[in-house]
């Protein structure tokens, strides 16, 4: 199985049938419009606009499941998106990244890579206190909250997973290297 086995819905109608992203590298991100974390959008742009002709894309994965802080409607969402941070990249039908109702792309990236990168002692004890206030986060490789990231190399595999802590400018050299 791969990433590549999987269709997700749209945020208006249809669905995307991941193999279409065959050969692009990807970043994969749960998202909330109303999270501290939310200003990463603004880094996530940036990186959509330095790569998207090289082969790169950002799927964006509304989540409301931590703290309801991403409530709206998808189409709300997107607006906020394009209004306040200015957003190319589209955002994909709002899912469960966890529990009964997680979405099996999410089943599937968790299972890939367990361990979340969190750097510097500041971000590891955030995510200490994140990690006691997330109701959703049952299973030890459970996604503990908004903006964790996982990045696909273009043959489809999930090459690491980063804390909401890791901002998105900051894996720009992963990136770059896996554009080639």
Request: proline share 3%; charged share 30%.
């Amino acid at each position: 199985m791969s990433i590549y086995d999987f269709k997700v819905k749209k945020r208006k109608e249809g669905e995307l049938d991941l193999a279409e992203l065959k050969g692009k590298v990807l970043l994969i991100v749960n998202t909330a419009t109303g999270c501290g974390f939310t200003p990463q959008y603004e880094g996530l742009e940036k990186l959509y606009e330095k790569y998207h002709d090289k082969g790169f894309e950002v799927l964006d994965f509304p989540c409301n499941q931590f703290g309801n802080q991403a409530p709206g409607s998808d189409t709300e969402i997107h607006e906020f998106c394009t209004a306040r941070y200015k957003t190319q990249f589209d955002q994909l039908a709002k899912i469960d990244v966890n529990g009964e109702n997680e979405s099996p792309v999410y089943s599937f990236l968790k299972d890939q890579v367990t361990e979340e990168e969190v750097q510097g002692l500041k971000n590891k004890m955030a995510m200490k206190a994140i990690s006691k206030i997330s109701s959703s986060t049952k299973k030890e490789n459970d996604i503990k909250w908004n903006f964790t990231k996982f990045l696909v190399d273009r043959q489809g595999n999930v090459v690491k997973r980063y804390a909401p802590t890791h901002d998105p400018e900051s894996i720009e050299s992963e990136i770059a290297a896996l554009i080639g």
